[in-house]
């Protein structure tokens, strides 16, 4: 809390999604404005309030970015050679990434000359290229096209496009079937529901692009890691979901979803023909007469466990992070490991897992997924 002048403005400011008012305001008092110091806040502030902010500047900042597969020493020659020849011109900032599934580097560069910057951006693509990252930081915004891209056409050919063209397919018939209201995602943040849930966003908004309401996931509430959490919780504000939250073992919990939402009847699951107990599923598969009755619609039955990491690595969609440690199946915290076939030694002697996309064997999926771990 704070006391400020009677002649404070508060601007609060728009999300440029949604278009609702955000909670936390931006202090003004005549022409000296107050950021805050939180980084994300600050973020926030300069996208939902740049009309206001610099609209009568009369200076024009013109930004690249670069991303990059290894960190700064790998490549620090390149960059002190680009930047000898640019550094009173176009500034060049380098920016380490620990934590990004696709980067591990991010270059920035930035002057008040357009022409100038785009021929420095060339050159240094030109000096990286071997480590260029062709990076997407917003794949939400630009789903349904690239999803359909993939997918658009059973034509292309290759069993991947196949793939993605057939659950393109089923999720559409899905929504000619049931309403927004009546159908919700199976999500627990595993990769399989991952990158189902970013395509069912993007068939929604290729089949009712005015819609703003919140799109529904079901979410069976377990003992589970704190960076699924975490995911869960960043995925909720990406995707604009609303989660129905149940507990216990799964036929409890779909009794207590009917009880809770009647108005629900289909729920789109991640399954996929190599899960146990799936050998006999259809797309469209009701529950057992002795079950709450849910239609549900399975998308990814014919996907391959490699599928399913071509269609996310190759959007960028963002993933739970205990993929890159080496789980390749996520189940309950006491019962889940490393998978034992990402196992290597790194350079300092150390053992160390590979990221799970690097999985040879896709049927060695759940080899971390043991019953007696002492974990």
């Given at each position: 809390m704070a006391k400020v002048p009677q002649s404070t403005r508060l601007l609060y400011g728009v999300n440029q999604k949604t278009g609702a008012k955000h909670d936390y305001p931006l202090v003004s008092v005549n022409n000296v404005f107050v950021f805050p110091g939180i980084p994300s806040l600050l973020e926030r502030a300069f996208h939902s309030l740049k009309d206001q902010l610099f609209a009568s500047s009369g200076i024009t900042f013109h930004v690249r970015e670069v991303y990059l597969s290894e960190?700064?020493?790998?490549?620090?020659?390149?960059?002190?050679?680009?930047?000898?020849?640019?550094?009173?011109?176009?500034?060049l900032g380098s920016y380490p990434e620990w934590h990004n599934s696709y980067y591990k580097l991010k270059l920035i560069l930035e002057s008040?000359?357009?022409?100038?910057?785009?021929?420095?951006?060339?050159?240094?693509?030109?000096?990286?290229?071997?480590?260029?990252?062709?990076?997407?930081?917003?794949?939400?915004?630009?789903?349904?096209?690239?999803?359909?891209?993939?997918?658009?056409?059973?034509?292309?050919?290759?069993?991947?496009?196949?793939?993605?063209?057939?659950?393109?397919?089923t999720i559409e018939r899905a929504l000619d079937q049931y309403t927004l209201e009546e159908i919700c995602v199976g999500f627990n943040g595993g990769k399989d529901c991952t990158a189902l849930l970013h395509m069912y966003y993007a068939v929604v908004k290729r089949k009712f692009p005015d819609y703003k309401g919140h799109l529904q996931v079901l979410y069976v509430e377990a003992p589970t890691f704190p960076e699924i959490d975490t995911f869960i919780s960043q995925s909720v504000k990406r995707?604009?979901?609303?989660?129905?939250?149940?507990?216990?073992?799964?036929?409890?919990?779909?009794?207590?979803?009917?009880?809770?939402?009647?108005?629900?009847?289909?729920?789109?699951?991640?399954?996929?023909?190599?899960?146990?107990?799936?050998?006999?599923?259809?797309?469209?598969?009701?529950?057992?007469?002795?079950?709450?009755?849910?239609?549900?619609?399975?998308?990814?039955?014919?996907?391959?466990?490699?599928?399913?990491?071509?269609?996310?690595?190759?959007?960028?969609?963002?993933?739970?992070?205990?993929?890159?440690?080496?789980?390749?199946?996520?189940?309950?915290?006491?019962?889940?490991?490393?998978?034992?076939?990402?196992?290597?030694?790194?350079?300092?002697?150390?053992?160390?897992?590979?990221?799970?996309?690097?999985?040879?064997?896709?049927?060695?999926?759940?080899?971390g997924r043991n019953p007696l771990s002492p974990k």
């Open positions: 960190h700064e020493l790998k490549v620090v020659d390149i960059l002190n050679k680009f930047n000898a020849k640019y550094k009173d011109t176009v500034p008040g000359d357009e022409e100038l910057i785009e021929s420095a951006h060339s050159e240094l693509i030109s000096m990286l290229h071997e480590y260029i990252v062709h990076y997407q930081k917003d794949p939400v915004s630009v789903a349904p096209e690239q999803v359909y891209a993939i997918g658009g056409s059973l034509n292309s050919g290759g069993h991947f496009s196949t793939a993605v063209g057939n659950a393109i397919n995707y604009n979901l609303k989660t129905l939250t149940v507990h216990g073992r799964m036929k409890e919990a779909l009794s207590d979803l009917k009880k809770k939402h009647p108005e629900l009847k289909a729920v789109l699951m991640g399954t996929r023909r190599t899960d146990p107990y799936s050998a006999s599923l259809s797309e469209f598969s009701p529950t057992d007469k002795d079950w709450p009755e849910y239609m549900r619609v399975n998308p990814m039955l014919e996907w391959s466990y490699h599928d399913v990491w071509q269609f996310i690595r190759q959007l960028y969609v963002p993933y739970c992070r205990l993929y890159d440690q080496g789980y390749t199946s996520l189940g309950s915290k006491t019962h889940t490991d490393p998978n034992p076939s990402l196992r290597y030694t790194n350079e300092y002697g150390q053992t160390a897992y590979k990221p799970a996309w690097m999985l040879e064997n896709g049927l060695d999926e759940r080899s």
